[in-house]
């Protein structure tokens, strides 16, 4: 047999098979199914607060020194039966309470008013935060108010509680106050932080300021141009500004003078304050008051939030 042609004819067939072998085969496997996306399913958030609920929850006393923490029985805490002696108390939840969210979060926090009274003529007014932890008010914080308020109105208002309350000025009996005044709280690290405060003189003329320049929660480095206005032009034309970190501590004061036509009308302000020392990334509250002269009481003032980079 002839191998050497036997060999000829074998290779030629080998290399044809293995050329079949390695050639791509048409694609009959199915086409892969699209990944479906995981969507996760919605947090069900707490139910909302009601004054109903406050009715029977705890409260932590704000105008007694030792701050104890007290169960209400529908709206209210008695201890002892005797006004005259040391150890009585009673505490009343008005009919002041608003539900909103103070911090953001999409949680409705519930503000309310109280009134405490240890013996005696003195009613202690108290702002009021409860926070909701899955559904149940807890008590947060409160701020005094004034001893025996003729509250107007409270509301939850753009995350700020507004109150509108006649309290007492400096020459007004105990019985009997006669000052109308606003005031806006903000919430801030679980504190109220009073931000905004006008009331009236006696012939119903509102005092107001207003900072119209940075707008709240603006950024600033180095200095901060602050300009507003006033609705009564201050005694010597004069108000006071006060630089404040959350926890209260103070940065700066200082004078600031406004622009007024006369005495007693409209003015403005445009002031530029110095942020040097301030550290990067804390957060400032510069506050614009006007304060009376004859006794020191605030009798406007407005403040503006801003983060220092």
């Known amino acids: 047999m002839n191998y050497k042609h036997l060999t000829s004819l074998i290779l030629p067939l080998t290399l044809a098979t293995l050329a079949c072998g390695l050639a791509a085969p048409a694609s009959n496997a199915p086409t892969p199914a699209p990944v479906q996306e995981t969507i996760p399913a919605p947090t069900e958030s707490a139910p909302s607060l009601t004054a109903d609920q406050l009715k029977n929850a705890q409260y932590q006393l704000g105008a007694r020194d030792d701050r104890a923490v007290i169960q209400l029985t529908d709206g209210k805490y008695q201890q002892g039966t005797d006004a005259t002696t040391l150890d009585f108390a009673y505490i009343g939840l008005t009919q002041f309470v608003s539900v909103g969210d103070l911090t953001g979060d999409g949680v409705n926090e519930i503000a309310a008013i109280f009134l405490e009274n240890y013996g005696g003529t003195g009613n202690f007014g108290l702002l009021t935060i409860y926070s909701n932890v899955n559904g149940l008010p807890v008590f947060l914080t409160s701020t ?68 119209t320049a940075p707008v709240n929660g603006a950024e600033a480095s180095g200095s901060v141009q602050v300009s507003g206005t006033v609705s009564i032009a201050p005694f010597e034309n004069n108000l006071t500004y006060f630089i404040y ?65």
């Open 144 to 211: 005094f108010i004034d001893d025996r308020p003729m509250i107007n109105s409270m509301s939850i208002e753009n995350g700020e509680v507004f109150l509108d309350a006649i309290t007492h000025g400096a020459q007004d009996g105990g019985c009997c106050p006669t000052m109308p005044t606003t005031r806006r709280y903000a919430l801030v690290n679980n504190q109220l932080r009073m931000v905004n405060y006008t009331t009236a003189t006696p012939e119903g003329a509102k005092r107001i300021v207003e900072i």
């Open 245 to 309: 970190d959350e926890a209260g501590n103070q940065f700066a004061a200082g004078p600031v003078m406004v622009t007024a036509p006369d005495f007693g009308a409209p003015g403005t302000f445009n002031e530029t304050f110095t942020l040097e020392g301030i550290p990067p990334g804390t957060t400032i509250y510069l506050e614009i008051q006007d304060i009376s002269a004859a006794d020191g009481s605030w009798l406007a003032m407005d403040a503006v939030k801003l983060v220092i980079k």
